[in-house]
């Protein structure tokens, strides 16, 4: 967090190298890789370097593509946060635990050689509250002149005033760096180093930063040369070809430019000027060339190799070796150039999204009722003015059909006060059929024969001839 904090006004390289002393001191005292406190502060730094002014790559490309420093401010703020933390700041842990790097011995007071004795004066170091004054000195300065900018655009203050004017010159970046330089150069070096110490100290100073305006120089006049060129105008219309949209059409162009000459503030500037006519012509809103220009500032941390000249520092000052930086450090810069792209990319979706679900409502509003009358549901007959219907040559006679015959209002009352049809009653079952008690005839016992018949049987009957009774004499009474 104290990274994060101090990476507002710091530089990457700087930053880093001055905050080596007390990450190899924590690393001693609680252990364990130095990998694992040493990325999330490189990491910190790197996304405060990308993501969020007054640092010289978003600063620059805000600028181009006309976005609000302040809006690019906060819109940095809310991204870079959690990427830090997913991509810099849980990847440090775990590749603390994979890779076991121990504290090199940089910082290491060893005697001379051959026996000499070496005599140093050391002066008291600086009060911490003194420390962090100068460094939230240019931040509160450059959000001075962010608030009074969008107060003039308000309208509370009036920005053509002496004293806005004023104010607004000393929140300007350069400005209020200037100011941090020589209010530091007076509060520390006037009790605790001499004149000639002093100087030696801004000599020493002037070698990173003119690297720093000399990369930002380059990089700014290499765009210039290529939108001179008129690549800007063939890029926006191959770019309309391809359909892409336009903050992943950025995030591409400056992954690209920083895997071909390492410098991520270069990257930024240069992608910035290349699509400039396209943003320019899509007529975006200024939330959403804020995302644009943290696209590009994602895409410029991508894949961070031996072209960078951060790649070596860190390699360099962590004791690790290439393969080493290539999987730490080039890994962590690229999570956290996919992790920042695709927060950006989301909240672009999700306020397309807002602004088409408004921009619907408004279109339903202002729509208000149906200007066309409603269609009958049958065609209205014409007039016969030359006799009855049946004498109009065109025209049939109706036939009076159940409309005719019956009224609606008849037909939608019967249809009403119609019951519900009834349940047919169910069948009953069959009834069993009886069988008459007792044995069937041709089931008697029968003497003589096999069986319950026995005998011979005769034919046609199929009783047996002995169970046939006698015939009766004529005039029997029995």
């Known amino acids: 967090m104290a990274s994060l904090l101090f990476g507002f006004p710091i530089f990457f390289d700087a930053g880093f190298v001055v905050f ?8 001693r005292r609680f252990g ?27 600063v620059g490309a805000a600028g181009i593509l006309g976005a609000d420093i302040g809006l690019v401010l906060v819109v940095g703020l809310v991204i870079g946060l959690p990427t830090w933390y997913v991509a810099s700041y849980l990847f440090g842990l775990w590749s603390g635990r994979r890779d076991d790097v121990p504290v090199p011995e940089l910082l290491s007071a060893d005697g001379p050689a051959g026996g000499a004795v070496r005599t140093e004066v050391r002066t008291a170091p600086p009060r911490f509250s003194t420390v962090l004054a100068l460094l939230l000195l240019p931040l509160v300065l ?15 203050v009036d920005g053509d005033t002496t004293t806005v004017g004023a104010l607004r010159l000393l929140g300007q970046t350069p400005v209020a760096l200037l100011i941090t330089v020589l209010v530091a150069l007076v509060v520390l070096g006037r009790e605790r180093f001499s004149r000639a110490e002093a100087e030696s100290i801004v000599n020493s100073s002037l070698g990173p930063v003119c690297a720093i305006i000399l990369i930002t120089g380059a990089g700014g006049a290499f765009g210039g040369v290529l939108r001179t060129s008129g690549i800007g105008d063939a890029l926006a219309q191959s770019l309309d070809a391809v359909g892409l949209p336009v903050i992943v059409a950025a995030f591409l162009i400056a992954t690209a430019l920083r895997v071909a000459q390492g410098s991520a503030t270069v990257a930024l500037t240069t992608t910035a000027g290349l699509v400039a006519p396209v943003v320019a012509a899509e007529a975006l809103s200024g939330i959403d060339v804020a995302l644009v220009v943290i696209a590009i500032a994602a895409g410029s941390t991508v894949l961070s190799h031996v072209n960078d000249s951060g790649f070596w520092l860190v390699g360099r000052f962590l004791g690790m070796d290439v393969r080493t930086t290539l999987r730490t450090w080039t890994v962590m810069e690229t999570l956290i150039g996919l992790v920042g792209f695709a927060l950006a990319f989301v909240a672009s979706l999700v306020l397309e999204s807002a602004g ?20 009958p549901l049958r065609p209205a007959r014409p007039a016969n003015p030359a006799g009855p219907p049946g004498d109009h040559p065109t025209i049939p006679t109706p036939r009076p059909g159940r409309s005719a015959r019956y009224p609606a209002s008849t037909v939608l009352r019967r249809r009403r006060t119609r019951t519900p049809p009834t349940r047919r009653r169910p069948r009953p079952p069959p009834r069993p059929r009886t069988r008459r008690p007792g044995p069937p005839r041709w089931a008697a016992p029968r003497p003589g024969g096999p ?22 004499a004529a005039g029997c009474g029995c």
């Open 20 to 27: 080596l002393p007390i990450i190899f001191s924590v690393a």
């Open 142 to 156: 450059i959000l001075l002149n962010t608030g009074l900018n969008t107060l003039a655009t308000a309208g509370v």
């Open 356 to 375: 088409a679900g408004a921009r619907w409502r408004g279109a339903q509003v202002r729509m208000g009722p149906c200007p066309y009358p409603a269609l």
């Open 451 to 472: 069986g319950p018949g026995g005998g011979r049987r005769s034919p046609g009957t199929g009783t047996p001839t002995a169970a046939r009774p006698p015939p009766r």
């Open 32 to 58: 364990g890789s130095v990998l694992t406190y040493a990325l999330p502060s490189a990491g910190a730094f790197a996304v405060m370097h990308a993501f969020v002014p007054p640092h010289p790559g978003p």
